[in-house]
């Protein structure tokens, strides 16, 4: 049923887009708040259907400048499934951003899959990466994450892609790109 490891099915949103979304989501979740000094907020629905979700925002500054916004929705049916989403965005006193994504599903069956994506940028350079795996109904779990990162200093950057299957096994590759984006060899480990 899962003879390979899952890879996105969509690329990495830029990191301006995942930003503005991490922003959007969490100022809707702070605007509902009464009091206009919160920096978090809570919610709980129970429907009709016998479902209930839960949705949290949390917004914080750093005091030398900078801070952390964080949004997560958590929903369950009351028939043994239930999904969760999640999404934060940093920003550092120096400038440096991070955005990640990540969603989860469990069902009834005993399965379950999972995915994430990360975006960060700063003096150093940039990272992107983006995993997915699933679990079977008869427990068996598939996954796989490619990650890219790029030196702000050389314009060097290394892909790395990682796999997991029960057949195969763990497997994982490297390959490095020169500022052109002409093949090189990996720079050895320290």
Do not use: K
Not at 8 to 18: F, G, K, N, Q
Not at 149 to 176: H, I, K, L, P, W
């Amino acid at each position: 049923m899962f003879s390979s490891a899952p890879t996105p099915s969509a690329p990495v949103a830029t990191y301006r887009a995942m930003l503005l979304a991490a922003l959007a989501v969490g100022a809707l979740l702070l605007l509902a708040a009464s009091d206009a000094s919160a920096r978090s907020r809570h919610t709980v629905e129970h429907n009709a259907d016998g479902s209930t979700t839960a949705r949290t925002g949390v917004v914080r500054a750093a005091p030398g400048g900078g801070g952390v916004l964080r949004g997560r929705s958590v929903t369950t049916d009351g028939q043994g499934q239930g999904s969760v989403r999640s999404g934060a965005a940093a920003v550092g006193p120096n400038g440096a951003t991070a955005v990640r994504q990540g969603q989860s599903a469990r069902n009834a069956d005993g399965t379950a899959s999972h995915s994430s994506a990360i975006t960060a940028q700063g003096d150093w350079g940039t990272l992107q990466s983006t995993g997915a795996a699933t679990r079977s109904a008869d427990g068996s779990v598939t996954q796989g994450r490619t990650t890219t990162a790029t030196s702000a200093t050389t314009g060097n950057s290394v892909q790395t892609s990682s796999s997991y299957n029960a057949d195969t096994g763990r497997s994982r590759s490297a390959s490095c790109f020169d500022a052109s984006g002409a093949p090189m060899a990996c720079p050895a480990r320290p």
